[in-house]
T-cell receptor
Framework: AQSVTQPDIHITVSEGASLELRCNYSYGATPYLFWYVQSPGQGLQLLLKYFSGDTLVQGIKGFEAEFKRSQSSFNLRKPSVHWSDAAEYFC????????????FGSGTQLTVLP | DGGITQSPKYLFRKEGQNVTLSCEQN?????MYWYRQDPGQGLRLIYY???????QKGDIAEGYSVSREKKESFPLTVTSAQKNPTAFYLCASSTSTATEAFFGQGTRLTVV
């Protein structure tokens, strides 16, 4: 069975600092991997996705993620965090992009200090 | 603008009552989904529908019901059989060859 672990429940960074959110997955084949962001009381917005090819994926809002098969990881990074990045971030894995087959992590809450 | 509209944004229910959450999409997507989100947990799939007049149970379907009479609409009914209905509910949709899901803004249901 597929699974996703986001080890950090809550991360606090200062504005302008770099950010890395961790995501580890368990899946038997090459997975489809996603990062979503959720602002308070809002739905989820797709930041980026990986299916195949280049293991470094660029997304919206200046985010990127790197797929590392050997480590079963898909960590999200941003070189300089903005106050508007404060939100909850979810990693998801599945055999395709179909929402019925996705398994979501429990989320990482990001706080940005001024 | 194309998108997914969920209504209402906030909903209060008395114990023992059924309530229906609305989800409408104008993206012309074939597939639609309902998720439940609880604090500190990821999303859990309640029901999904790949085509009109057909739907399947997800991981936590007990106490919920759905219908799919129109392509653009996928309402969710939270019945009195759902023992712990207070949660944030998210509707999503995707194409039949989906590579990603699009989400609505959610409905927060509170039992009072």
């Amino acid at each position: 069975a597929q699974s996703v672990t986001q080890p950090d429940i809550h991360i606090t960074v200062s504005e302008g600092a770099s950010l890395e959110l961790r995501c580890n997955y368990s899946y038997g084949a090459t997975p489809y991997l996603f990062w979503y962001v959720q602002s308070p009381g809002q739905g989820l917005q797709l930041l980026l996705k990986y299916f195949s090819g280049d293991t470094l994926v660029q997304g919206i809002k200046g985010f990127e993620a790197e797929f590392k098969r050997s480590q079963s990881s898909f960590n999200l990074r941003k070189p300089s965090v903005h106050w508007s990045d404060a939100a909850e971030y979810f990693c998801a894995v599945g055999p395709s992009g179909s929402a019925r087959q996705l398994t979501f992590g429990s989320g990482t809450q990001l706080t940005v200090l001024p | 603008d194309g998108g997914i509209t969920q209504s209402p944004k906030y909903l209060f229910r008395k114990e023992g009552q059924n309530v229906t959450l609305s989800c409408e999409q104008n993206l012309n997507h074939d597939a639609m989904y309902w998720y439940r989100q609880d604090p500190g947990q990821g999303l859990r799939l309640i029901y999904y529908s790949q085509i009109v007049n057909d739907f399947q149970k997800g991981d936590i379907a007990e106490g919920y019901s759905v219908s799919r009479e129109k392509k653009e609409s996928f309402p969710l009914t939270v019945t009195s059989a759902q023992k712990n209905p207070t949660a944030f509910y998210l509707c999503a949709s995707s194409t039949s060859t989906a590579t990603e899901a699009f989400f609505g803004q959610g409905t927060r249901l509170t039992v009072v």
